[in-house]
């Protein structure tokens, strides 16, 4: 168990529809990555927030935000939702941006139909 | 766009053979290499990770070859056991910000 924790686990939605997805990190720490893993694309960063701010941005999609709140936690906002963005959703957090070690969560699964 | 490149794809070993996993990479700036093991239904988790001003890093079983003027690097698994068996995806960004991750390598270990 990495400490990062994900919810939810699985999330079956249709075309159009928005949802979110939730990541709480580790205790302690400040940053927190998502990424997407999908058959075609592989394992791909999305966005990075450092206590509050963004930090980095990846391929991630307009339709797509994300958020750090004050207590650390994230929300991944997907929207307008595709067939192609079924896929897995990580998490990841690490002690600060500079810290190499990032810990994944278990990921929630999305199914858009 | 895709700036590491992984391979074998698939690799089978048998228990106590070598497994051996490379990539490769295209910028130059990346100063951090990790290798990451998934399992399924797990998220990835850190195996093992190296900086550009070495060439070699071991850890128990497991041993990571930097080569800085070719730009590849690679894992080394030895005495690879059943309870290896998982993707491995090898990795590279700067400063931990924008990880770029290769394509993954699905090593089964035969008993």
């Known amino acids: 168990d990495s400490g990062v924790t994900q919810t939810p686990k699985h999330l079956i939605t249709a075309t159009g529809q928005r949802v979110t997805l939730r990541c709480s990190p580790r205790?302690?720490?400040?940053?927190v990555y998502w990424y997407q893993q999908s058959l075609d694309q592989g394992l791909q960063f999305l966005i990075q927030y450092y206590n509050g701010e963004e930090r980095a941005k990846g391929n991630i999609l307009e339709r797509f935000s994300a958020q750090q709140f004050p207590d650390l936690h994230s929300e991944l906002n997907l929207s307008s939702l595709e067939l192609g963005d079924s896929a897995l959703y990580f998490c990841?957090?690490?002690?600060?941006?500079?810290?190499?070690?990032?810990?994944f969560g278990p990921g929630t699964r999305l199914t858009v139909l | 766009q895709q700036q590491v490149k992984q391979s074998p794809q698939s690799l089978i070993v048998q228990k106590g053979g070598i497994s051996i996993i490379n990539c490769a990479y295209e910028?130059?700036?990346?100063?951090?290499f990790p290798w990451y093991q998934q399992f399924p239904g797990k998220g990835p988790a850190l195996l093992i990770a190296i900086r550009p001003d070495v060439s070699e890093k071991k850890e128990g079983r497991f041993t990571i070859s930097f080569n800085k003027s070719a730009k590849q690097f690679s894992l080394h698994i030895m005495d690879s056991q059943p309870g290896d068996s998982a993707t491995y995806f090898c990795a590279a960004s700067i400063n931990n910000n924008d990880m770029r991750f290769g394509a993954g390598t699905r090593l089964t270990v035969k008993p």
């Open positions: 205790s302690g720490d400040l940053s």
């Open positions: 990841a957090s690490s002690v600060d941006r500079l810290e190499d070690e990032q810990f």
């Open positions: 910028n130059t700036a990346f100063d951090y």
